[in-house]
């Protein structure tokens, strides 16, 4: 019978010999005996309490043992068993954290801030920093000489007022100036060597440009002869007398209706309205600048406050320049000045057109720009001595040539940063007294 408790006796515990057969078979029976059943054996119950003290007495014999740490995985370099393992590079205790710090202003960045926001503090200051930093650094520019911040700066140096576009546009619409003619007879000569110049800059640029300034030094002229009879051809602290005198260039009505077709009038040929070589000396400022107006207000500001001399009357303050340059070789280099009197070379003949056009006539036009940094910042009457420098740069080849002369027809390319390092050395060379008139001669 497959109910028969005889088959699991092998794995049940003994039985009290008090419960019969009869008991056994009983409900009541059966259920006691499998709570019986469920209990422990005695005598497993004596193994587990021997195992548990004598686990107690180990625990209480023997001190804890710590823990110990995992060694360092290592990665060997090569597979020799006898390589040594190497020291971890970050061994020791562990780095503090970077502070980050902030970088020094960029001086491009800081100049594009002094454009765009001007000076923060005091405006000398900022000038001075701005000139040393254009004598010690430079103007960025690329290798055709183009830089965005360079026509900003000449105005800043030249302290140039702002000018609406609609005040040059009036004057475009005036049509051809008294001295219109001549500037037509010009214009077409105007670096026309240098390529860089006639891809950038088109002839009726040029021409519209001059015609605009000799609208307005026109103006200024009848301004200063109808005035009260004070008049000047000094320049004062306002500049030169064109522009202290100089009225609204919307009051163009006055002797427009003179002028006649072939740009002709009774007065075209008083002088201070245009000058041969003006051509050339606006040429640089047309380059450099985005647009026509910025060109416009540069150049305009630069003939009537630095050097009006250049362009009124007989040009007296160029034949002054050219005078002071043989003045100033004689000092700063008496063996080459004595040696070009002696065969006749004078200044006249070699210096008088870098004097008119601020060595605008000699390329490449990248340097002529770089030179024109210089000056405008610590004023153009050093350009007096930045010929005399070109002149000691050519001085071995001078000295060894029979005929000078020859050689000085036209100067070799200039090079702007030599030609200020000389120059710089140079104005410690010149008297005080002649330095004053180096400053004054172009008024």
Known sequence: MTNSPSKHASHLLPLPSSLTAQQLTSPRSSGRLRKLQSQPSLISQQRQQQHRNTSASQNTSLPPIPALPSPPKHSRARSNSDAVIPTPPNAG??????????????????????????????????????????????????????????IFVWLILLNSSPLSTDVYLGLIRRGPSPAYAKIRNDTHRTLMTNPLFKRRVRENSIIRLLNAVAWML???????????????NAANELGSPELHYASPVLKHAKGASTVTNDGSEAGASEPGIYVQGMNVLCAPFLYAARTEPEAFVAFHRFITCECPGYIRGAMDGVHKGV?????????????????????????????????????????????????????????PHLNILCICSQLMMMREDLLSDISPGKLLRSFPPLQAKKTVTLTVSLVRKIPAELYEELVHHAE
């Open 218 to 232: 026109h103006d200024a002229k009848s301004d200063r002869l109808t005035d009260s009879g004070r008049t000047t």
């Open 93 to 150: 205790p562990s780095p503090k954290r970077n502070v980050i710090t902030k970088k020094p202003l960029d001086p491009k960045d800081e100049l594009r801030s002094l454009i765009r926001y001007g000076p923060r503090g005091d405006v000398p200051n900022a000038l001075q920093n701005l000139r040393h930093w254009i004598l010690v650094d430079g103007l960025e520019a690329d290798t055709d000489g183009m830089s965005d911040l360079r």
């Open 323 to 379: 005078a002071l340059v043989e003045r100033c070789l004689a000092i700063v280099d008496p063996k080459l000045s004595s040696y070009l009197i002696s065969k006749g070379v004078k200044a006249q003949i070699y210096a008088f057109a870098s004097v008119l056009t601020i060595c605008a006539c000699t390329p490449p036009l990248p340097e002529v720009l770089q030179l024109w940094d210089f000056l405008f910042a610590y004023g």
